[in-house]
């Protein structure tokens, strides 16, 4: 399977277990699962086939580890639009978490923090490398700090998915680092 391949099935995944599931006809379940045989009928009834070996390479090849796999179900790691509960129970976070943005954004984020848009959540890096690159889609990457055991402390709750990517309501902007 070629790259150009594994990033258009792979964009084609995060649309519809992510955002439009009801794009093509797919029924998420609370959780965000479904099955991958009801996928990848979907996917193939609406101009798109995605064959099984196709799913699994891009399921195991993506950087961000975007999707699990359980048994013969699918969902999205994180990230989504839509309503999910990804039952993912609360954790203690390390010291320190990262996000990364562009300077454009930073004048909303000293006075408003950082707020989950159009998701469900905040999500920060477990690392500078990771928050860097996050960053670096939207521009030239700027890497905040968030004190992530202080928020815990105060009572933040925070939740890990299963590819690393940490999960918050909410980070106030007193909890955040910003570069010089």
Do not use: C
């Not at 950082?114 to 890096?125: F, G, I, Q």
């Not at 939207?138 to 299963?162: K, Q, T």
Request: charged share 25%.
């Amino acid at each position: 399977m070629d790259e150009r391949r594994t990033v258009k099935v792979s964009k084609y995944l995060s649309k519809h277990l992510r955002h439009q599931p009801e794009r093509i006809g797919l029924v998420l379940d609370a959780h965000g699962w479904t099955e991958i045989d009801a996928l990848l009928a979907a996917a193939a009834a609406h101009g798109f086939p995605i064959g099984r070996a196709e799913l699994d390479h891009v399921v195991a090849s993506n950087d961000k580890q975007r999707f699990a796999v359980e048994g013969t179900r699918i969902r999205a790691s994180q990230g989504h639009t839509i309503s999910v509960d990804l039952d993912l129970p609360a954790a203690e976070p390390p010291a320190y978490l990262y996000h990364g943005t562009v300077a454009a954004r930073l004048p909303a984020i000293r006075t408003e923090g950082l707020r989950p848009m159009a998701r469900h959540d905040v999500h920060l890096s477990p690392d500078r490398e990771t928050a860097t690159r996050v960053g670096a889609r939207r521009g030239r990457p700027v890497v905040l700090s968030v004190d992530a055991g202080a928020m815990h402390r105060a009572g933040h709750e925070f939740r890990v998915s299963a590819n690393g990517v940490w999960l918050t309501a909410a980070v106030p902007a007193r909890f955040i680092r910003f570069p010089d």
